[in-house]
Nanobody
């Protein structure tokens, strides 16, 4: 089992930056990939970014490509999401997720993930 805790959310203005972190504990040695998803009120949960734990391959949703950067610290099982040039449409609860399956076919598919954090609120407003 894996426990995930997100942090770093808050209220910022359009164009500002924010850095989210996700700490993992437990049976983290079996982690294949970790990712960020977000969910706005009345909307379905959507993929934001993901990173494989072994090689550090990164994946981004088109809506955040060029603005967000995902990274990880293998030794500490910590994942970060640097968010720049934030827009009001980025407002959502951001969730950290861990995928423990080796045979994952798509890291952007939320149904591939086994564990989820509680989420952290990101609000972009003037």
């Amino acid at each position: 089992q894996v426990q995930l805790v997100e942090s770093g959310g808050g209220l910022v203005q359009p164009g500002d930056s924010l850095r989210l972190s996700c700490g993992a504990s437990g049976r983290t040695f079996s982690t294949y990939a970790m990712g960020w998803f977000r969910q706005a009120p009345g909307k379905e949960r959507e993929f934001v970014a993901a990173i494989t734990w072994s090689r550090g391959n990164t994946f981004y949703a088109d809506s955040v490509k060029g603005r967000f950067t995902i990274s990880r610290d293998n030794a500490n099982y910590t994942m970060n999401l640097q968010m720049n040039s934030l827009k009001p449409e980025d407002t959502a609860v951001y969730y950290c997720a861990a995928d423990l399956r080796y045979g994952t076919t798509s890291v952007s598919n939320l149904y591939e993930y086994d564990y989820w954090g509680q989420g952290t609120q990101v609000t972009v407003s003037s």
